[in-house]
Each structure stands twice: as structure tokens, then as C-alpha cells.
């Protein structure tokens, strides 16, 4: 039976290369699976998902407006599909995730979503909210700090390093823009 998965962390634990890393596996046993991300992350390069570590697989994109359902459905009848990955899924909105269920309700495709569970402020995003709300699976992705604690919290950086307080929610960015801290430190550097 097919189930909807949310694995999720802080900035920096791995959560792409983990989605790289279920795509090889179903594709070495001659299994197809179907890579997502939103299209507002260009960092690897348009349609593409990339780590960290260095590999990358192309993938489509998709845009807040689209339906995935229907998405998944038009790339089904090409061929098929084994399994959805989809990383950035804090991104989506909450519809898509619904979307996302009915994927795997109605279809009978397992999908794997991979994505923040808050942001810089430690408020959830809309996609990972739902996903917390309705996946039949809750994996938290674990990572640590400079300190050795576990890291659950994303800082927004400037330049110089200071924490930033205030903006808006959606910034792409990586090792320039975001640490992963434990709540701790993240209370101590947003001076809460």
C-alpha cells in the first residue's frame, strides 16, 4: 500500500542528498521514479536537484498554481511511475499536498516528500504544515550544530553573520544565508 512520507529538518541535514539517494536506489532495480521541486529554486540550475555533497539528477518543476495531481497523471501516461519524490516541499501549498495525497490514495504511488519543517522565525510553511497535518509517515531528518547539539532550527544570516530577525518568509539560499542551530542558540541569537 502506498503512503505519503514527510521527511524533514533543519537547513543542511542531507535531505536532498537523501532524495537523490531513494532515486538511484529505484532506478537500480529498474523502478521509475518521478523527481519534483518547486520551480522558485534555481540554485543547481533550473530543473535540476542537487546536493550539497556534489550529485544532481534533473527533474520537472512545478509552480504554485499547478495542480501535481494532475501533473503526475500527464507524466503517467508517458510511462510509468514507481514512486514521487519531491524536495523543497515546504514550498508547495497546502492544496498540493492534498494533491499529493490523492496521489498516493488513488493511484497507488508512494510519495516522498523532503523539506523544511519551519522557517527562519520558527513558523511552519504552509506545504509543511499539511504534510505534518496528513503524511502517513513523520521522519525527521537529524543534523547537528558547530556545537555537536541537534540542529532543528534554520537562522537566517547577513553577511557579517548576525542573525536576521526580519523578511520574508520565502529566501532561497544556502551556507551564505542560513545555520542550522539548535533551539537554544537560535533563542539566544534572535533574542528570544
Known amino acids: 500500500m502506498a503512503k505519503l512520507h514527510f521527511h524533514y529538518s533543519a537547513m543542511n541535514s542531507g535531505k536532498s542528498a537523501l532524495l537523490l539517494q531513494a532515486a538511484h536506489n529505484y532506478s537500480e532495480r529498474n523502478l521509475t521514479p518521478y523527481l519534483l521541486k518547486t520551480e522558485l529554486d534555481d540554485r543547481d540550475g533550473v530543473a535540476v536537484i542537487g546536493s550539497r555533497i556534489g550529485i544532481q539528477k534533473p527533474c520537472e518543476t512545478f509552480t504554485k498554481d499547478e495542480n501535481l495531481l494532475e501533473k503526475t497523471k500527464a507524466r503517467l501516461a508517458e510511462g510509468p511511475i514507481d514512486c514521487v519524490l519531491v524536495d523543497e516541499a515546504h514550498f508547495m501549498t497546502a492544496a498540493q499536498v492534498w494533491q499529493l495525497a490523492e496521489v498516493v490514495d488513488?493511484?497507488?504511488?508512494?510519495?516522498?516528500?523532503?523539506?523544511l519543517r519551519?522557517?527562519?522565525?520558527?513558523?511552519?510553511?504552509?506545504?509543511?504544515?499539511?504534510?505534518?497535518?496528513?503524511?502517513?509517515?513523520?521522519?525527521e531528518v537529524r543534523?547537528?550544530?558547530?556545537?555537536?547539539?541537534?540542529a532543528t532550527m534554520n537562522l537566517r544570516i547577513d553577511e557579517q553573520g548576525n542573525a536576521v530577525t526580519e523578511g520574508p518568509?520565502?529566501?532561497?539560499?544556502?551556507?551564505?544565508?542560513y545555520k542550522s542551530v539548535s533551539r537554544k542558540e537560535w533563542r539566544r541569537r534572535m533574542g528570544r
Open 169 to 177: 518568509q520565502k529566501q532561497i539560499g544556502g551556507n551564505e544565508s
Open 118 to 139: 519551519t522557517d527562519f522565525q520558527a513558523k511552519l510553511f504552509p506545504g509543511s504544515a499539511e504534510l505534518m497535518a496528513i503524511a502517513d509517515v513523520l521522519r
Open 106 to 115: 488513488d493511484l497507488n504511488i508512494p510519495v516522498m516528500a523532503y523539506g
Open 143 to 150: 543534523t547537528i550544530d558547530e556545537t555537536g547539539k541537534n
